[in-house]
């Protein structure tokens, strides 16, 4: 499907409310029935009726049948936020007992979903380097029932072989969760490569103005049916007609937007590869990255995220860069239209740094939509 009619006109219905080119903000929380049929068949199946809002809603129904299209899927759900859209995955695919295997360094509260609340259910997880297919071979019980990837991950940039892990996965019986959050369906589509649930934040890149939260899950119409009459339904973490409302916005842009970010990015880790107190740069699309041959093949674009280690030795020097950034904020997310960076020494005890451990180091930089001019002006003061 040609993505421009994605997302100007699929799932719009415009004589349903005068042609308007924006969606209406269908703020309601129950729909009523003309005769007792009518809502007798609502209760049969409130997954395909517009019931009450906890299920479906008009708003979100347009930005649900967008998404599930750009990930070339059957379907898919649209959440509050990533987090639970990564809770409910990987809630309804496991039970008491059963075995995950994951890559090391998942996003902090989909690691916090693994070792402090699926333990309480005898669930356990391994976690492996994945960039290495032996790793997840090694790792699979018999009683395991999900492998959960993120490729590339935050901070590291380790990337999974896609395709390779969802074939030995298939094999297994095994259902496989990715979260493709960096590279969105627009430069990485997991469902085309064997993955059975595709996951994404949708507060980053497809809101794309830091205003709003979302989460999504994108599959076959089965999968996404259990998700929802159980998981989506029971914790009533789907998305607000007003956030949706506010993602449809970012959607309209957000080919744009990711191609400008791809661009941008290019040009500052070209910058800061050459930088004087920049000892390295991790970023998918550099020639000398270790996975650039896997990155190249299964990721269109490298958009937006960028991780450096500096050489700047102590955590004053660090700091006092940090503070002095005046086109840079420092914030946690990213995806939005300003540039971010978060020091990793921000995230430990001050006495705790160590400038022999290079992590203590490190910055993550996150590029938005500013001239790059303007925001190596800034990095020009480290
Ligand atoms: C932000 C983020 C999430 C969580 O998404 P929220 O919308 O903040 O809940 C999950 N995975 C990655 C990689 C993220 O960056």
């Given at each position: 499907?040609?993505?421009?009619?994605?997302?100007?006109?699929?799932?719009?219905?415009?004589?349903?409310?005068?042609?308007?080119?924006?969606?209406?903000?269908?703020?309601?929380?129950?729909?009523?029935?003309?005769?007792?049929?009518?809502?007798?068949?609502?209760?049969?199946?409130?997954?395909?009726?517009?019931?009450?809002?906890?299920?479906?809603?008009?708003?979100?129904?347009?930005?649900?049948?967008?998404?599930?299209?750009?990930?070339?899927?059957?379907?898919?759900?649209?959440?509050?936020?990533?987090?639970?859209?990564?809770?409910?995955?990987?809630?309804?695919?496991?039970?008491?007992?059963?075995?995950?295997?994951?890559?090391?360094?998942?996003?902090?509260?989909?690691?916090?979903?693994?070792?402090?609340?699926?333990?309480?259910?005898?669930?356990?997880?391994?976690y492996i380097d994945g960039r290495d297919i032996r790793n997840f071979e090694r790792a699979i019980l018999p009683h395991t029932s999900l492998i959960y990837l993120e490729s590339p991950t935050s901070w590291y940039f380790e990337l999974q072989d896609i395709e390779a892990v969802a074939e030995l996965a298939r094999a297994e019986g095994i259902i496989t969760v990715i979260d493709n959050s960096y590279c969105t369906p627009l430069y990485q589509r997991p469902l085309d490569m064997g993955i059975d649930i595709a996951m994404q934040t949708a507060t980053k890149y497809i809101g794309g103005h830091s205003d709003t939260l979302g989460g999504v899950l994108s599959g076959t119409a089965e999968m996404m049916r259990k998700i929802f009459l159980s998981e989506y339904m029971c914790i009533g973490s789907g998305i607000q007609p007003f956030n949706a409302w506010l993602l449809l916005r970012g959607l309209r842009t957000l080919p744009a937007r990711l191609e400008r970010i791809s661009r941008t990015t290019r040009t500052i880790y070209e910058y800061l590869k050459e930088h004087p107190k920049v000892e390295s740069v991790i970023y998918p699309f550099d020639p000398e990255f270790d996975q650039y041959e896997l990155a190249k093949k299964q990721m269109k674009e490298a958009p937006g995220l960028i991780s450096v280690y500096t050489t700047l030795e102590t955590p004053g020097e660090i700091e006092q860069f940090c503070d002095n950034l005046k086109h840079f904020k420092m914030a946690v997310s990213w995806g939005g239209h300003e540039s971010l960076i978060i020091p990793k020494l921000a995230t430990m005890k001050a006495e705790d740094f160590d400038p022999s451990n290079k992590d203590h180091r490190m910055l993550r930089i996150y590029v938005g939509l500013e001239e790059a001019e303007y925001l190596i002006e800034d990095l020009d003061k480290m």
């Amino acid at each position: 499907m040609d993505i421009s009619y994605i997302i100007n006109q699929l799932g719009e219905d415009r004589h349903e409310y005068f042609n308007a080119i924006a969606p209406p903000i269908m703020q309601t929380s129950n729909f009523a029935f003309d005769t007792v049929t009518d809502m007798r068949k609502a209760f049969e199946d409130e997954m395909s009726t517009y019931l009450y809002s906890r299920g479906l809603n008009p708003t979100v129904d347009i930005l649900r049948k967008k998404l599930a299209a750009l990930d070339g899927a059957e379907d898919c759900l649209v959440f509050n936020n990533g987090a639970a859209a990564t809770y409910a995955a990987v809630m309804a695919n496991v039970k008491s007992g059963d075995h995950i295997v994951s890559v090391e360094h998942p996003y902090s509260w989909t690691r916090h979903l693994f070792d402090q609340i699926l333990t309480r259910f005898g669930i356990t997880t391994t976690y492996i380097d994945g960039r290495d297919i032996r790793n997840f071979e090694r790792a699979i019980l018999p009683h395991t029932s999900l492998i959960y990837l993120e490729s590339p991950t935050s901070w590291y940039f380790e990337l999974q072989d896609i395709e390779a892990v969802a074939e030995l996965a298939r094999a297994e019986g095994i259902i496989t969760v990715i979260d493709n959050s960096y590279c969105t369906p627009l430069y990485q589509r997991p469902l085309d490569m064997g993955i059975d649930i595709a996951m994404q934040t949708a507060t980053k890149y497809i809101g794309g103005h830091s205003d709003t939260l979302g989460g999504v899950l994108s599959g076959t119409a089965e999968m996404m049916r259990k998700i929802f009459l159980s998981e989506y339904m029971c914790i009533g973490s789907g998305i607000q007609p007003f956030n949706a409302w506010l993602l449809l916005r970012g959607l309209r842009t957000l080919p744009a937007r990711l191609e400008r970010i791809s661009r941008t990015t290019r040009t500052i880790y070209e910058y800061l590869k050459e930088h004087p107190k920049v000892e390295s740069v991790i970023y998918p699309f550099d020639p000398e990255f270790d996975q650039y041959e896997l990155a190249k093949k299964q990721m269109k674009e490298a958009p937006g995220l960028i991780s450096v280690y500096t050489t700047l030795e102590t955590p004053g020097e660090i700091e006092q860069f940090c503070d002095n950034l005046k086109h840079f904020k420092m914030a946690v997310s990213w995806g939005g239209h300003e540039s971010l960076i978060i020091p990793k020494l921000a995230t430990m005890k001050a006495e705790d740094f160590d400038p022999s451990n290079k992590d203590h180091r490190m910055l993550r930089i996150y590029v938005g939509l500013e001239e790059a001019e303007y925001l190596i002006e800034d990095l020009d003061k480290m």
